[in-house]
């Protein structure tokens, strides 16, 4: 006779079928067993040996990581009756769309009822006996008043029983923070106890939003690589210990896997990679006063790699690294010198020609305009105008005659009003 494991129910239950050599079942097949709730689908999960069979037996659920409350053990033993036929399917299809609607229901007539409790799924046995309600709730729950509606409604034998947060997660099902569908929901078949301890051993941030999951406990998956984690631990204390010396407190930060290392926080700040069999040593030296090499303990922690030192000068000192010189920019051409004319006396200075095309695209510098006083008369313009000399070129001024003088313009003072000057006369 060989032994399978297979599944039945929404919360998940476990079963053991025997099976004869004449009737073999194979992997994911669908069965129609006799359960201690009565007749329902189920699905082989595989072959179980005698170790895996008491391992399940033993395990003891708790008040929110077992299965329902109901007194069944968290494996139970099963009757083969037939497999599973189209009229089966087609009468298991037509039971999930009506479970829909009896789970709006049902909430609803629990409106009427001042009941601490929240309702998380329905579920319907195959040849229709009984109806399970499973619902959470903090404490337990009076609602036999309610029970009494629900059996009113419906017209058939009722049933509630109180899950845990865990298994609520696992029968509504989800999107886990990994991406991926919850473990609990597909493939997990018991909850394992997962402490705080855990995570500090894995150097996991203590952040409650990444190491929680839907039902708000600490996730699954910390308990898949523990086992690897706890084994590397073990002759070493606890993560978060201190080692005080002289020169001052050593902290025990974690544990790196691909080294077989313990990461320590040194006093002066920096990390520290010890190898595991060396920190009895490394505990001691510090102890003493002493100063730990952090090039051998590296260098003894990864596997064929060598740290190369400096060589040292005769002077004591390290020799100094020699930056590279950066490269010389391209010599540039050199600037011609700007040759100033000089104004001698009475003679005019040479105009230094330019080149054709320079003038057209040179624009003329703009004169300052200097204000003129409304009352001043004003002066008739030069009828031919002077042509404005380019910005390099050098301007020419006609020397003054000996008997001319240069006009001075007489500056009036800020602030004061001009005199009005009558008409025909000249401003003195």
């Known amino acids: 006779m060989n032994r399978f494991l297979v599944i039945f129910g929404k919360p998940r239950y476990l079963g053991l079928l025997e099976a004869s050599e004449e009737q073999p079942l194979f992997k994911g097949e669908t069965l129609v067993v006799e359960s201690a709730r009565g007749m329902e689908h189920?699905?082989?999960?595989?072959?179980?040996?005698?170790?895996?069979?008491?391992?399940?037996?033993?395990?003891?659920?708790?008040?929110?990581?077992?299965?329902?409350?109901?007194?069944?053990?968290?494996?139970?033993?099963?009757?083969?009756?037939?497999?599973?036929?189209?009229?089966?399917?087609a009468e298991r299809l037509l039971q999930r769309t009506e479970e829909e609607g009896i789970l709006r229901q049902?909430?609803?007539?629990?409106?009427?009822?001042?009941?601490?409790?929240?309702l998380v799924d329905v579920e319907y046995l195959l040849d229709r006996k009984k109806l399970f309600f499973y619902f959470t709730a903090e404490q337990r729950v009076?609602?036999?008043?309610?029970?009494?509606?629900?059996?009113r409604e419906f017209r058939t034998r009722i049933e509630l029983r109180q899950i845990g947060i865990r298994d609520e997660a696992?029968?509504?099902?989800?999107?886990?923070?990994?991406?991926?569908?919850?473990?609990?929901?597909?493939?997990?078949?018991?909850?394992?106890?997962?402490?705080?301890?855990?995570?500090?051993?894995?150097n996991l941030a203590l952040?409650?939003?990444?190491?929680?999951?839907?039902?708000?406990?600490?996730?699954?998956?910390?308990?898949?690589?523990?086992?690897?984690?706890?084994?590397?631990?073990?002759g070493l204390p606890n993560p978060g210990s201190k080692i005080r010396t002289?020169?001052?407190?050593?902290?025990?930060?974690?544990v790196d896997l691909a080294t077989q290392s313990v990461r320590?926080?040194?006093?002066?700040?920096?990390?520290?990679?010890?190898?595991?069999d060396r920190f009895p040593e490394f505990r001691r030296v510090v102890t003493d006063g002493g100063t730990w090499q952090a090039e051998e303990a590296t260098s003894a922690a990864l596997e064929g790699a060598e740290t190369v030192r400096p060589e040292i000068s005769d002077g004591g000192r390290l020799p100094d690294r020699k930056r590279p010189r950066k490269p010389h920019r391209e010599a540039s051409l050199p600037e011609e010198p700007v040759v100033k004319a000089e104004k001698p006396s009475g003679e005019e200075p040479p105009v230094v020609p330019e080149a054709e095309g320079e003038e057209e695209n040179k624009t003329p510098k703009k004169r300052r305009r200097r204000r003129k006083s409304k009352n001043k008369p004003r002066q008739e313009e030069p009828k031919e105008q002077e042509e404005r000399a380019p910005a390099d070129s050098v301007l020419v001024e006609p020397a003054p005659s000996e008997g001319e003088r240069p006009k001075k313009r007489r500056r009036r003072p800020r602030g004061r009003k001009p005199k009005s000057v009558p008409e025909g006369t000249e401003p003195s």
Request: charged share 20%; aromatic share 8%; net charge neutral.
């Open 42 to 89: 189920a699905v082989v999960a595989g072959p179980i040996s005698s170790e895996q069979e008491q391992v399940y037996r033993d395990s003891r659920s708790g008040e929110s990581d077992g299965p329902a409350r109901g007194g069944e053990p968290l494996l139970q033993d099963v009757t083969y009756l037939r497999p599973l036929t189209a009229e089966d399917e």
């Open 246 to 254: 002289q020169t001052g407190t050593y902290i025990l930060c974690g």
């Open 264 to 276: 320590v926080l040194p006093p002066g700040g920096g990390d520290l990679l010890v190898p595991v």
């Open 106 to 118: 049902a909430r609803t007539i629990l409106q009427g009822h001042t009941l601490a409790m929240k």
């Open 207 to 234: 952040n409650p939003t990444k190491i929680s999951g839907l039902c708000g406990r600490l996730m699954c998956c910390m308990s898949y690589e523990h086992d690897v984690y706890h084994d590397l631990w073990k």
């Open 142 to 151: 009076d609602f036999r008043a309610f029970v009494r509606d629900l059996a």
């Open 170 to 202: 696992k029968v509504v099902k989800g999107i886990a923070p990994c991406g991926q569908p919850c473990c609990c929901s597909y493939w997990l078949h018991r909850f394992m106890p997962i402490c705080i301890k855990m995570v500090k051993e894995q």
